[in-house]
């Protein structure tokens, strides 16, 4: 049988950290539904169409990989898919707490979930979305931080990039 486990999240938009982890889960499962979610309170920079577009490009040809989306709760989608074990990433001892937190508030709805960390490489610890939609909104360099789909759709979303924000009158 067949070892399938999903990795849901923001993505928005996906970087070289949430590669790494995808490469590192395949070590260890078969194969990999990674599912873009639609989050109930933020606002996100990318729709979630362009957020699973660009997962399609960066992980183009690996067969290995499903792209999905989600809304609601993951442990109702989860049992949907008949797929009960969840992969999510660690970065820096920061994500511990609220990592270990969604995961035991998941079991508490669901006993039969298990969720799955990786450690990326030490180079993307540090890595988020965040940080890339906030060097991007100023137009900074995010090649290294993210798949070159990604930079080609940044470039577009940015309309002025001579913006100046702090002139004063
Ligand atoms: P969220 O689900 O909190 O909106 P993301 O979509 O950014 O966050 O991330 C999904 C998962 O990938 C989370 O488990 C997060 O900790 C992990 N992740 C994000 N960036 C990295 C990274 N640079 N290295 C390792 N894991 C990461």
Known sequence: MKKIAI???SFDPVTFGHLDIIKR???????LIVSVFVHS??????TLEERVSMLRSALKGNKRV????FNGLLVDYIKKKKINTVVRGLRAISDLEYEFQVSAANRTLYSDIETVFFMPRQRYSYLSSSVVRD???FGGDV???VPPCVVKRIKKKRPD???DVFSLP
């Open 7 to 9: 990795y849901p999240g």
């Open 25 to 31: 889960a395949l070590k260890i499962f078969d194969g």
């Open 41 to 46: 309170t933020k606002k996100p920079m990318f």
């Open 66 to 69: 499903k792209i999905d989306c």
């Open 135 to 137: 060097i991007s909104y």
């Open 143 to 145: 090649s290294k931080m």
């Open 161 to 163: 990039t001579n913006r």
